[in-house]
């Protein structure tokens, strides 16, 4: 049924969008040479931001070219900002230098953050340079944009810069063409630019300027926790070899068991405890200088605490001045986490980061140049040969994804957990950086601000807004208050829509949109659905078989909660008498009120959710029963996958209510009793799931199927369906440069309005 063509799924496009210094410095002719030498065919032309690339070829040639761009580029070119995406083939014949495009409408384009770039940290290391260990050193091609931005145009007078007069020296580079800080807004050095102060717990200044400096990596060595003013927000910094003093910085920070990321002092150091491949190579050391999740190795130094159970650490590198001079005094890793309780925004302000960090952090390394705005650090790995941004944060906000058509003003809200807001405007949605859960107030403030200051940046009044259809989500709340035309779109079908829209894909396609939580058209929580979606609209083809979440909310955080709901849909009360892991330790009285909840459904929400269903076999398995952050149990389940290498997998069957778990738990509960391995069973339960979506694959018999949603961040699940679909004869996409969780919603939003305003009903058919 389904042609199968082994040349269209080899081959691929890959495009490029490079922006920096990369014209006038023979950019073009450089990228045509290396793709004619390499015999890829394509184009490469300059439009208003950049250069723009698109080659065709084998993935592994295309994977080279895209190494060789930046390591062999001209001389007098910088790169600011190099976004790959893989997409499917159109047929180029040969390589051109293309026409140069002249859009338009040109928005004013805000740049993201750039790590500082080499020629400065070469400067900041050389004793004889007048900014010798100059902690705000920068030039045009590196250094702070979005976090110090006050206003458009992008002048020192409209950035936070604006307080600080340059010096004449500074002066006369800033106003010389040939000077490479030529129109370097942030450009500073230290008789004229920002200074840091070392801060006790009162804000009593400890010392300043390079005493600042060596006290504070003197504190590190000592086991204390430094609270340190980046450049979208704090961090806190304590020695990742201290065991004790990262027990300490769980403990203060109430996160109990959420990895922290790591900062290297290079990549060789790096490599002592990770495997890092030349595609990771280039992301870390890329401008955008993300997280990168990292394979560690069996040797890896980093102590446990540091990623409990986890076989990977997310690790960066020091992509500030400052960064560079705490790293090379120290020459070992740091945890570099958010400067934050548990999951609220970044500070940014030291005032307040002197109240909300009192008791976490010991003392206080600020600086007196103001961030205009938060931005987290971003978090990346690399799947299947293909970037997958995971947190779109530093570095990569707020640069726009790019439409085919354009469309009226418009902002969608995205939705409650990782949220993130888009502005559309012209053919351009700025999708903001990464604000967090909407859970405290303080989130909520940062949501309203950062909506505010996109309007202003963007100055565009939204037309319409788009937001989730769950009533209850405050971000939804918040665009019904607005008083414009509001489109509610529904959860699963903005996943798919975002992951379409990057991998720039027309309807009719398979969605398969799994996550923990969205509200579904029929009132009931979804979150394993498999969404048909054509030119009319989208069609809800199948989904998970639900279940009864006892508590709600509530078993989220308990996954043995979530595996009971599942055993009472298949045992009823009999359930209760069996000898199961999620049973142990539950005493009479609570075993009455679950029986209770679940026999009256008393809040006890039916939920089609895969996420959750990840939980339900953790808690079965006996591997976790309750968790500390959302996702832990369905990551455990994948990370005792990993050992195992199997093919081998559970029945699943089709009935009235959706793709049946049923025949597969009671296999399970088989292998449990013969004492198989959580190992096997993990395993085993992967490769079910991947049966399952091959089944309805078949059943549906599109040929492009998507995966989106929170549960493709899991590798094992989406590179064994990758391989299973093309190996059916289908032809799967997944996210790359939009998150697969909820921080790619708002994206989905604005194109379920545009496909809306072309006469496709936004919510369903
Ligand atoms: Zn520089
Ligand atoms: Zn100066
Ligand atoms: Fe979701």
């Known amino acids: 049924m389904i042609p199968q063509n082994v040349h269209k799924t080899k081959l691929q496009r890959l495009r490029v969008a490079i922006r920096g210094a990369v014209q006038g410095v023979g950019f073009r002719p450089f990228v045509f040479h290396l793709a004619d030498e390499m015999h890829l065919a394509g184009w490469v032309n300059n439009s208003p931001q950049g250069v723009n690339i698109e080659a065709e070829g084998q993935p592994e040639e295309l994977q080279a070219f895209l190494l060789r761009l930046e390591k062999e580029k001209p001389a007098h070119s910088f790169i600011q900002s190099l976004e790959p995406s893989w997409l499917d083939p159109v047929g180029y014949k040969n390589f051109e230098i293309r026409q140069s495009e002249l859009s338009g409408k040109k928005a004013a384009l805000v740049l993201p953050d750039i790590a500082t770039c080499g020629e400065c940290v070469r400067e900041l290391f050389d004793a004889g340079n007048r900014r010798y260990r100059y902690p705000?050193?920068?030039?045009?091609?590196?250094?702070?944009?979005?976090?110090?931005?006050?206003?458009?145009?992008?002048?020192?007078?409209?950035?936070?810069?604006?307080?600080?007069?340059?010096?004449?020296?500074?002066?006369?580079?800033?106003?010389?063409?040939?000077?490479?800080?030529?129109?370097?807004?942030?450009?500073?050095?230290?008789?004229?630019?920002?200074?840091?102060?070392?801060?006790?717990?009162?804000?009593?200044?400890?010392?300043?300027?390079?005493?600042?400096?060596?006290?504070?990596?003197?504190?590190?060595?000592?086991?204390?926790?430094?609270?340190?003013?980046?450049?979208?927000?704090?961090?806190?910094?304590?020695?990742?070899?201290?065991?004790?003093?990262?027990?300490?910085?769980?403990?203060?920070?109430?996160?109990?068991?959420?990895?922290?990321?790591?900062?290297?002092?290079?990549?060789?150091?790096?490599?002592?405890?990770?495997?890092?491949?030349p595609l990771e190579e280039r992301l870390l050391v890329s401008s955008e200088a993300p997280i990168v999740l990292l394979e560690r190795l069996g040797t890896a130094a980093a102590d446990d605490a540091i990623a409990p159970r986890n076989p990977y650490l997310g690790v960066m590198l020091p992509y500030s001045p400052l960064h560079h001079l705490i790293m090379a005094d120290l020459q070992a890793p740091v945890v570099a986490t958010s400067g934050n309780l548990s999951d609220e925004p970044i500070c940014i302000d030291e005032q307040e980061a002197l109240e909300r960090l009192r008791g976490i952090a010991d003392v206080w390394l600020v600086h007196d140049r103001p961030i205009a705005r938060h931005v987290d650090d971003?978090?990346?790995?690399?799947?299947?040969?293909?970037?997958?941004?995971?947190?779109?944060?530093?570095?990569?906000?707020?640069?726009?994804?790019?439409?085919?058509?354009?469309?009226?003003?418009?902002?969608?809200?995205?939705?409650?957990?990782?949220?993130?807001?888009?502005?559309?405007?012209?053919?351009?949605?700025?999708?903001?950086?990464?604000?967090?859960?909407?859970?405290?107030?303080?989130?909520?403030?940062?949501?309203?601000?950062?909506?505010?200051?996109?309007?202003?940046?963007?100055?565009?009044?939204?037309?319409?807004?788009?937001?989730?259809?769950?009533?209850?989500?405050?971000?939804?709340?918040?665009?019904?208050?607005?008083?414009?035309?509001?489109?509610?779109?529904?959860?699963?079908?903005?996943?798919?829509?975002?992951?379409?829209?990057?991998?720039?894909?027309?309807?009719?396609?398979?969605?398969?949109?799994?996550?923990?939580?969205?509200?579904?058209?029929?009132?009931?929580?979804?979150?394993?659905?498999?969404?048909?979606?054509?030119?009319?609209?989208?069609?809800?083809?199948?989904?998970?078989?639900?279940?009864?979440?006892?508590?709600?909310?509530?078993?989220?955080?308990?996954?043995?909660?979530?595996?009971?709901?599942?055993?009472?849909?298949?045992?009823?009360?009999?359930?209760?008498?069996?000898?199961?892991?999620?049973?142990?330790?539950?005493?009479?009285?609570?075993?009455?009120?679950?029986?209770?909840?679940?026999?009256?459904?008393?809040?006890?929400?039916?939920?089609?959710?895969?996420?959750?269903?990840?939980?339900?076999?953790?808690?079965?398995?006996?591997?976790?029963?309750?968790?500390?952050?959302?996702?832990?149990?369905?990551?455990?389940?994948?990370?005792?996958?990993?050992?195992?290498?199997?093919?081998?997998?559970?029945?699943?069957?089709?009935?009235?209510?959706?793709?049946?778990?049923?025949?597969?738990?009671?296999?399970?509960?088989?292998?449990?009793?013969?004492?198989?391995t959580v190992n096997e069973i993990a395993a085993k339960f992967h490769n079910t799931l991947v049966e399952a979506i091959v089944q309805v694959a078949h059943d549906c018999g599109l040929e492009k199927v998507i995966l989106s949603g929170g549960c493709f961040q899991n590798r094992r699940l989406s590179e064994r369906a990758v391989l299973r679909l093309r190996r059916e004869g289908f032809h799967p996409y997944w996210h790359q440069r939009i998150p697969p969780n909820d921080g790619g919603i708002a994206l989905g939003q604005v194109m379920a309005v545009v496909r809306s305003k072309m006469g496709v009903a936004a919510q369903c058919v």
């Not at 230290?190 to 840091?196: K, V």
């Not at 304590?238 to 990549?267: C, I, S, W």
Request: proline share 5%; charged share 25%; net charge neutral.
């Open 136 to 277: 705000f050193i920068n030039c045009t091609h590196c250094g702070p944009r979005f976090s110090i931005i006050l206003n458009l145009p992008y002048d020192r007078t409209n950035t936070t810069m604006g307080r600080f007069r340059m010096c004449a020296r500074c002066l006369q580079e800033y106003g010389d063409p040939s000077d490479r800080r030529f129109h370097a807004q942030p450009n500073a050095c230290p008789n004229c630019g920002p200074q840091i102060y070392l801060w006790d717990d009162k804000g009593r200044m400890l010392a300043d300027k390079e005493e600042a400096l060596n006290q504070a990596v003197a504190s590190i060595r000592s086991g204390k926790i430094v609270a340190l003013k980046g450049i979208g927000g704090f961090q806190l910094l304590t020695d990742a070899r201290n065991a004790e003093a990262v027990r300490r910085l769980r403990q203060r920070k109430h996160r109990e068991g959420k990895p922290f990321a790591l900062m290297y002092p290079n990549l060789d150091e790096a490599r002592r405890d990770c495997a890092v491949s």
């Open 378 to 676: 971003s978090v990346g790995r690399v799947l299947m040969d293909r970037e997958l941004v995971i947190r779109r944060a530093r570095g990569y906000a707020p640069l726009p994804v790019t439409l085919q058509e354009e469309t009226p003003p418009l902002l969608s809200v995205g939705a409650h957990l990782k949220n993130s807001i888009a502005m559309a405007t012209g053919k351009e949605v700025f999708i903001s950086q990464h604000i967090g859960d909407l859970e405290t107030a303080a989130a909520l403030d940062a949501f309203q601000r950062v909506i505010s200051d996109f309007e202003t940046l963007y100055q565009a009044v939204p037309e319409t807004v788009a937001c989730d259809m769950h009533p209850q989500y405050l971000s939804s709340q918040f665009a019904r208050r607005l008083g414009q035309p509001v489109v509610e779109v529904q959860h699963h079908y903005a996943h798919a829509l975002s992951c379409m829209t990057e991998n720039e894909l027309t309807a009719p396609v398979l969605a398969v949109s799994w996550d923990g939580t969205g509200y579904g058209l029929d009132g009931t929580i979804w979150g394993g659905e498999f969404l048909r979606i054509d030119e009319n609209g989208f069609e809800r083809f199948s989904h998970l078989r639900a279940f009864a979440l006892p508590g709600g909310e509530k078993a989220v955080k308990e996954p043995r909660r979530t595996a009971m709901g599942l055993l009472y849909e298949i045992f009823g009360e009999k359930m209760f008498a069996m000898d199961l892991a999620p049973l142990k330790g539950l005493d009479q009285e609570k075993r009455s009120i679950l029986n209770t909840m679940l026999r009256n459904g008393v809040n006890s929400p039916r939920t089609s959710s895969a996420g959750r269903l990840f939980d339900a076999i953790a808690s079965l398995a006996g591997l976790r029963q309750e968790v500390s952050f959302e996702g832990q149990a369905a990551m455990e389940l994948e990370f005792a996958a990993a050992k195992i290498h199997t093919g081998e997998s559970y029945p699943v069957r089709k009935s009235e209510d959706g793709i049946d778990w049923e025949p597969m738990v009671r296999a399970i509960l088989e292998e449990l009793a013969l004492e198989a």
